[in-house]
Structure formats: C-alpha cells, structure tokens
C-alpha cells in the first residue's frame, strides 16, 4: 500500500452549506406568496360558501313573509333605530350561525361588534323582492342584499345579489 494515499472523510465545507442554505431560503422566498395566495382565496371562498347559506336563510324568510325584504338595521352598533339586525331577522332560518362571520373579518372584525361580518342593504327592507327600485333599476341579479362590510379579500368583496345568488360586482 502506498503510504501517500490517504482516505479521506467526505463532509460538506462551510460553502457548500451556506448555498444549500441560500437555496432553501430562495425557494421558501417563492413559496410563502403562493401559499398566501391560496389562503387568501379559500377564506374568500368560505366567505361565498357563508353567504350562499344565508341567501337560502333569505329564501325561507321571504317563503314565510309573502316575498317582502326584511327591515333590518345596517349597523345595529350604532343604535340609530329600534331596527332588529339582519342576524335576529333571519336567525331563526339560518341553521349555522358561523354563516355569519368572513374567515377574513379579522382586522376589524366586525363580526364581533355588529354580529355579523355582512351589511344589510337597507333600502330593501319592507320591499317586496323585485318591486324595490333598485332592483327595477338594475335587476334582481345586479341588486346586492347583503355584502362585506369591508373589502376584505384583496381590494374585493363578496355579495349576495337580490336573486340569491353570490358574487362580486364584476359577476
């Protein structure tokens, strides 16, 4: 055997663990917008889900009030009228109360100071769906109900349109 060979012990240098750092750091870098994304997406879409659950709590109070809009306040916090919220008008016609609360109200959260994270529109209240003049004007599918009190989904927010169906403003 020679005696000038000699095994070496194969390790990583300081270098090579600082790129195998620098790399995990980039790729996390790319990751973590993407993985925001998608969570800002699926609160928006639990928010439609939500929303889509009180139109049809809508539905079954209108069945039982001949078509007429419930009167309801905008923001009952403010206490400007002995108007019921929109939550005591259809509570009993909406089975899960979460209904009523964006995954994205946070900031805010509007959810825990007017019981919901939705405003009424309130110039329906009294109103039979499709005679008010909004709906006239525009169409039950362009006259929104309820909505975001907030653009709580990346400058954009979700509604319930006079025909029940859920969207934004755009649709």
Do not use: W
């Amino acid at each position: 055997m020679n005696a000038y060979c000699v095994k070496k012990k194969s390790a990583f240098t300081l270098i090579e663990l600082l790129v195998v750092i620098a790399i995990i750091a980039i790729l996390a870098a790319l990751i973590v917008p993407a993985v925001n994304s998608a969570r800002a997406a699926a609160k928006s879409g639990a928010c439609r889900g939500h929303l889509h659950g009180l139109g049809i709590g809508f539905r079954l109070y209108l069945n039982d009030h001949g078509d007429v809009m419930p009167v309801a306040a905008a923001m009952p916090s403010l206490k400007l009228n002995d108007e019921p919220s929109i939550v005591e008008a259809l509570e009993s016609y909406v089975e899960d109360k979460r209904a009523f609360r964006c995954p994205a109200d946070i900031e805010k959260n509007y959810y825990e100071s007017e019981g919901s994270s939705y405003q009424y529109v309130t110039i329906h209240g009294g109103q039979v769906v499709g005679q008010g003049f909004m709906t006239k004007r525009f169409g039950e599918s362009n006259t929104p109900v309820l909505h975001d009190y907030e653009p709580f989904h990346k400058d954009s927010m979700n509604y319930l349109f006079a025909d029940l169906h859920v969207g934004d403003l755009g649709d």
